[in-house]
């Protein structure tokens, strides 16, 4: 097991897994996460709890990560961790901004060596493992999280009530600790003015929706994450069929939205998505916030066919690449200000289409 703490810029050379490839409904799904928490019993959740009692719960699982996953690696650990590696793992799904909060001496979050997987130790949860699968498969990414859950924990006394379930510091996740999280592409829903009614209708059924990128209130792109809370003691099966069930729909309407597109309005789609390729193809100063949105009209041109040499699959690569922290850690430029970041992500994309178009930039 590697105990050093690697450079940013190593993790910027392998794909990213749950972008890498084509999947179920991968043409409006990009992928989905789940979170499995759970808490050694007879030791307070980590918030509370002693420096001394962390000691304790860090040492029972990191000697289950060197027993059962021998290839992790420990990216963060312990006070005064790398605030650009966190926004790096955030990038990549695999940390949320709140954990870069968490200042605890017995903290650690590891990574899987494919990178599908993290696992956060004494952070809000004693143990939080995230997986990561592309597309919609839900089965796939469940079982990949509670089979390390299970390596994780086996034989070591989890905090566990027959009339609750699993305890947990965060009450929402309390039962069977689950949380699922979704990345969708909605660009027809939003274009041909169906979304709020799929906002409200999934706010109705208790699920959380929202933009996936959002800076200072404003979202960008056509992108949206919906999220699954487990409720109390609720089979897990039940809640991946319910929030499947959903999708599935979701999928289903976002198609039909772009089957009307182009039956009604195709000559301001071939407008709309050649402009923002356009765009991306020759600007020379992009922010994030406005790349997102350039990348949505773009991938909706690629789903229908409209750039040979451009697939969705590779603009969900660029979603990623071209966020700020990786473009800094890929540069060496950890301290970039926002009018750098701009230059280079510009640069970058020049660089990746004239390769895609073998033409000179």
Same mark, same amino acid.
């Given at each position: ?20 490839? &084509? ?12 979170? !499995? %928490? ?10 509370? %709890? ?27 650990? *312990?006070? #005064? ?8 793992? #955030?990038?990549? $799904? ?7 909060? !968490? &200042? ?8 899987? /060596? ?27 990414? $469940? ?18 009530? /027959? ?8 009450? &929402? ?37 929202? *933009? ?49 597109? $182009?039956?009604?309005?195709?000559? $301001? =789609? ?5 402009? %923002?390729?356009?765009? =991306? ?19 909706? *041109? ?26 800094? %850690? ?7 200000? /926002? ?17 895609? =178009?073998?033409? /000179?930039?």
């Amino acid at each position: 097991m590697t105990a050093g703490k690697p450079s940013p810029t190593s993790l910027i050379a392998p794909s990213v897994p749950w972008l890498s490839s &084509e999947a179920k409904e991968g043409d409006t799904v990009l992928g989905c996460r789940l979170e !499995v %928490a759970r808490n050694l019993a007879d030791i307070p959740f980590p918030r509370t %709890a002693t420096e001394r009692q962390l000691r304790k719960s860090a040492e029972s699982l990191r000697k289950r990560l060197h027993e059962k996953m021998p290839g992790a690696s420990m990216l963060i650990g *312990g006070r #005064n961790s790398n605030g650009h590696l966190f926004r790096l793992l #955030n990038e990549r $799904w695999l940390a949320d901004a709140a954990d870069a909060s !968490v &200042e605890q001496a017995e903290s650690s979050l590891w990574l899987s /060596p494919k990178q599908d997987l993290a696992m956060a130790i004494n952070y809000e949860e004693h143990l939080l493992v995230r997986a990561c699968i592309p597309g919609l498969d839900l089965e796939a990414a $469940w079982s990949r999280a509670e089979r390390a859950v299970a390596d994780l924990t086996h034989q070591l006394p989890v905090a566990f009530l /027959p009339d609750i379930g699993y305890l947990t510091s965060c009450t &929402e996740r309390a039962g069977a600790g689950l949380k699922i999280s979704v990345l969708s592409h909605l660009p027809a829903l939003v274009l041909s003015r169906r979304i709020e009614a799929v906002l409200r209708a999934s706010a109705a059924l208790g699920v959380g929706a929202r *933009g996936a990128f959002v800076r200072k209130k404003q979202v960008s792109g056509h992108y949206f994450q919906f999220t699954w809370q487990s409720q109390g003691r609720q089979n897990p099966a039940e809640t991946l069929t319910a929030a499947n069930s959903m999708l599935l729909q979701l999928v289903r309407g976002e198609r039909a939205a772009r089957t009307w597109l $182009w039956r009604e309005k195709r000559d $301001w =789609l071939y407008d709309y998505a050649g402009r %923002a390729y356009g765009i =991306l193809r020759f600007c020379r100063q992009l922010s994030e916030h406005e790349m997102f949105g350039l990348l949505s009209g773009t991938r909706l *041109g690629c789903c229908f066919g409209l750039f040979s040499r451009m697939t969705p699959v590779d603009v969900d690569s660029l979603l990623v690449s071209l966020r700020d922290a990786h473009l800094a %850690a890929e540069n060496n430029q950890v301290d970039a200000t /926002p009018a750098d970041l701009d230059r280079l992500r510009s640069l970058k994309l020049r660089r990746f289409l004239s390769e895609r =178009l073998q033409q /000179p930039l």
